[in-house]
Nanobody
Framework: QVQLVESGGDLVQPGGSLRLSCVAS????????MNWYRQAPGKERELVAG???????NYADSVKGRFAISRDNAKNTVYLQMNSLKPEDTAVYYC????????????WGQGTQVTVSS
């Protein structure tokens, strides 16, 4: 019953903006760090942004200043605000939940397609 359901991916022109959402269920959302990954055709999956349970954030150098990750624990939702989009941002974006302890747990969403093209 664990689910991470993503939405918000779309076709957008360079310079445009999108906001991705990921709604979680089936686990205690507030106890998990949340991350956004992306995978472009022919490339390995890469970490785009992460947010800890306490709200600390980190970003890939390629998206710093353009993307912002946030979370709303009351809604069990993590967001990725994407501004000034570039063609190289084109990828499938995946929501990830991660808890590291004696035994770690990780969950993945199904992915949502972001295409940046003129």
């Amino acid at each position: 019953q664990v689910q991470l359901v993503e939405s918000g991916g779309d076709l957008v022109q360079p310079g445009g903006s999108l906001r991705l959402s990921c709604v979680a269920s089936g686990f205690t959302f507030s106890r998990y760090a949340m991350n956004w990954y992306r995978q472009a055709p022919g490339k390995e999956r890469e970490l785009v942004a992460g947010i800890t349970t306490g709200g600390s954030t980190n970003y890939a150098d390629s998206v710093k200043g353009r993307f912002a990750i946030s979370r709303d624990n009351a809604k069990n939702t993590v967001y990725l605000q994407m501004n000034s989009l570039k063609p190289e941002d084109t990828a499938v974006y995946y929501c990830n939940a991660n808890w590291i302890g004696v035994v770690s747990r990780t969950y993945w969403g199904q992915g949502t397609q972001v295409t940046v093209s003129s």
